[in-house]
């Protein structure tokens, strides 16, 4: 398949399958520099700003300064994670970092919905606070990209580089599929990046307040994700779950 411009609907496979090749970044460097050269202003980078999402900050800063960087503010997280982005932003000023906020505010959710939704329907939750304001950040766009690991979860095992996203009928871009956690945090080391202090607290994978706890060493990653309920990802990865959370207002 040629690399050029690659989008919904013309996608057939991932043109990237026989990286990475002896590149230190494990294609990353490679996949990013295309993806933007190729999509310009028309790609978009949801990061939750984890540990992966600022080394990924830091790769789109080397062949995109200027790249715009979504973050999806349900208005649940922590402050540390609002401190890192501030730190973020003074560590890259070109980069264009926009909060992305649900249509309803957490008063107009419980008011609708009844209070604390996500003790009792966190897909619903995640669905008007994070699904839906990530549509609207990637409406009119071809491309976005995530901080992805392949050894993260069984779901994420078979993740490409370059994806066909059907549940954002968009390109998804995956440019740290082969990386480990090891390399994640090597990278950060090496590069004197800043970070999420919960991460020294046991805490691998940050999200909302609500629904993050702090894991056992050696733990799966994303075990402190809504503890109790048979959920591990928050709809952005997994296939259309709006018809299952739609119409349950209180
Ligand atoms: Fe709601 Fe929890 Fe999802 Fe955040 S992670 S949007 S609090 S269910």
Known sequence: MERNLITYDSFTDDPFKTLPASDPTKGALEVLDWAYRNYQE?????????????????????????????????????????????KIKARFPR????????????????????????????????????????????????????????????????TNFINKDERFKAIKVCPLIHWTWDDVWHYIEENELPYNPL?????????????????QEGSDSRAGRWVGFNKTECGLHTPDSSEKVMNTEK
């Open 95 to 158: 980069l264009n970092i926009k909060m992305e906020t649900p249509e309803l505010t957490l008063e107009e959710q419980a008011e609708q919905y009844g209070s604390a939704l996500w003790k009792r329907q966190p897909d619903q939750c995640c669905y008007i606070r994070k699904v839906r304001p990530l549509e609207k950040a990637l409406s009119g766009t071809t491309a976005w990209v995530s901080g992805l690991r392949r050894e993260q979860s069984l779901s994420r095992s078979k």
């Open 199 to 215: 991460h020294d607290q046991g805490f691998p994978s940050i999200g909302c307040i609500p629904c993050t706890n702090p894991v």
């Open 42 to 86: 028309d790609i978009v980078y949801a990061c939750s700003f984890g540990v992966e999402g600022i080394v990924l900050i830091d790769l789109i800063a080397k062949v995109k300064p200027d790249a715009t960087i979504v973050f999806l503010d349900t208005g649940l997280h922590f402050q540390e994670t609002y401190d890192l982005i501030d």
